[in-house]
Nanobody, 125 residues
């Protein structure tokens, strides 16, 4: 079992920044990929970013590339999502997810095994 806890969400004005954190506990030695997804009211859940626990490979949604960056601290079992130049359309509930097996389907939500409770990000205009 793996437990995920997100933090760092909040209310910010357009153009501002937030850094989200996702702390993993439990059988963390089995983690292969950590991802961030988001869901706004009336919309489907969408992929934002992902990172491998081994190596330097990252995956970023095209619409946030250049504004968002994903990073990790393996010693702390924590992954981060740095969000700069935030826009109102970034408003959503942001979820951290963990994938326990190796595959290339890093942008597919059904490929992930564990999910956090979510942290709300609200960007005002």
């Amino acid at each position: 079992q793996v437990q995920l806890v997100e933090s760092g969400g909040g209310l910010v004005q357009a153009g501002g920044s937030l850094r989200l954190s996702c702390a993993a506990s439990g059988r963390t030695f089995s983690l292969y990929t950590m991802g961030w997804f988001r869901q706004a009211p009336g919309k489907e859940r969408e992929f934002v970013a992902a990172i491998r626990w081994r190596g330097d490979r990252t995956y970023i949604k095209d619409s946030v590339k250049g504004r968002f960056t994903i990073s990790r601290d393996n010693a702390k079992n924590t992954v981060y999502l740095q969000m700069n130049s935030l826009k109102p359309e970034d408003t959503a509930l942001y979820f951290c997810a963990a994938k326990m097996v190796s595959s290339n389907m890093v942008i597919t939500d059904t490929a992930y095994d564990y999910w956090g409770q979510g942290t709300q990000v609200t960007v005002s205009s």
